[in-house]
């Protein structure tokens, strides 16, 4: 069973792609960046406050998929600068609390949406009984 997802309250794709794609019991979550639904960027220039906003809107992926932050068995951050690492990981933090994820970070040159300093893609598994 293949199925794709888009979130409510979430700005639309970008290009060619959709918010997820669930395939059995595991989905596969597009790189969420720090904007809200017209596209801006969340957060100014603070990588933090941005984190933050990728997380919200992770969630709001999850939450349409009926996944929870405890599912995500995986996540891929993307960063414009290695020094931002620790303010984007208290973030991680938050988001999952006591959840521990595989993960990998990138340095990247740039990011899609101007001014974006970090984008996060994730895998989850949402469990059969939902």
Not at 36 to 63: C, F, H, M, P, S
Not at 80 to 99: I, L, M, S, W
Not at 107 to 112: G, T
């Amino acid at each position: 069973m293949r199925q794709e997802i888009r979130a409510e309250n979430h700005h639309p794709p970008i290009g060619h792609y959709t918010d997820a794609v669930r395939s059995g019991d595991l989905l596969y979550l597009s790189g969420c960046g720090p904007t809200g639904v017209d596209l801006e960027v969340v957060g100014g220039d603070d990588a933090g406050a941005q984190a933050q906003q990728v997380y919200a809107n992770i969630g709001k992926v999850l939450d349409a998929a009926g996944a929870r932050p405890q599912d995500v068995l995986s996540v891929t951050t993307y960063l414009t600068d290695p020094a931002d690492g620790h303010v984007v990981n208290d973030a991680k933090r938050e988001f999952f609390g006591e959840a521990r994820t595989a993960s990998a970070t990138v340095i990247v040159a740039d990011l899609m949406v101007p001014g974006a300093k970090v984008e996060v893609q994730a895998v989850a598994r949402i469990p059969s009984e939902r």
